[in-house]
């Protein structure tokens, strides 16, 4: 993926959400939200009856497996940034580009960006620097490609293939470090955030999609749970062996 600077130009803003800034809700968002509902994007690649998030939520990982999940996702929310930048200069609909910039101010805006909110977590359950395994590789992979097809609609899909997903995965992953792994609340800080903003980010994702191509938009969705989903494969795979 080119490595597009995150200072690039930003329209204005027209709402904040809380202490965020945010676009405002339009009908847009409700119906076109029904038409993509989760099944429809990815279909049977729900995360959370994933085993290895099961286990999580049951507080059954073993030793070592939040540190090399910690480890591993970092690659995924260091690459992020770079994604929504990139996708924002593909996108001639200026509605679509301002739902896409909320995102991306939402990683990088603020008293702490979301990368070092993560490496609070990363830090407290031991994570440490580590090259990305072959089923993370091809995850920032699909990004990447997603990035460099010049198809803002397949792109958004691949957005939103986790992000309609990540609100609930979140919320699980944040009560599962507090009750089963006594994780505090400095650790639990980014999941919990999470919880709450991937609401948005989903519908805004989902609206700045209704305009183009719906096909490629599922397809990108698509690729994209499929290949979270075999990120957590190589998770419990690892467990196993």
Request: overall charge negative; some cysteine.
């Amino acid at each position: 993926m080119a490595n597009a600077a995150i200072g690039h130009r930003r329209q204005p803003l027209p709402s904040r959400v809380g202490d965020r800034i945010g676009p405002k809700r339009t009908a847009g968002f409700s119906a076109y939200h029904s038409l993509m509902n989760i099944d429809t994007l990815i279909g049977s690649n729900r995360l959370l009856d994933h085993p290895f998030y099961r286990r999580w939520e049951e507080g059954q990982l073993r030793d070592g497996e939040l540190s090399s999940y910690a480890s591993q996702y970092r690659h995924f929310e260091a690459m992020l940034p770079d994604f929504l930048s990139t996708l924002v200069d593909q996108l001639d609909d200026a509605d679509a580009r301002q739902l896409v910039e909320a995102n991306l101010a939402d990683e990088v805006a603020g008293p702490q960006t979301h990368l070092e909110l993560f490496d609070r977590f990363a830090l407290t359950v031991g994570g440490t620097a580590q090259p990305a395994s072959p089923a993370m590789a091809a995850l920032i992979g699909a990004y990447d490609h997603a990035a460099a097809s010049g198809d803002p609609s397949f792109a958004l899909g691949v957005l939103a293939g986790y992000e309609v997903q990540a609100a609930e995965v979140a919320t699980t992953k944040g009560d599962g470090l507090a009750t089963r792994y006594e994780v505090g609340d400095d650790g639990c800080a980014f999941w919990r955030l999470h919880a709450e903003v991937e609401v948005d980010h989903a519908e805004w994702t989902l609206a700045a999609a209704q305009r183009g191509n719906t096909e490629a938009f599922i397809a990108g969705a698509r690729e994209s749970s499929t290949v979270w989903w075999a990120f957590l494969d190589e998770r419990e795979a690892l467990a196993v062996a």
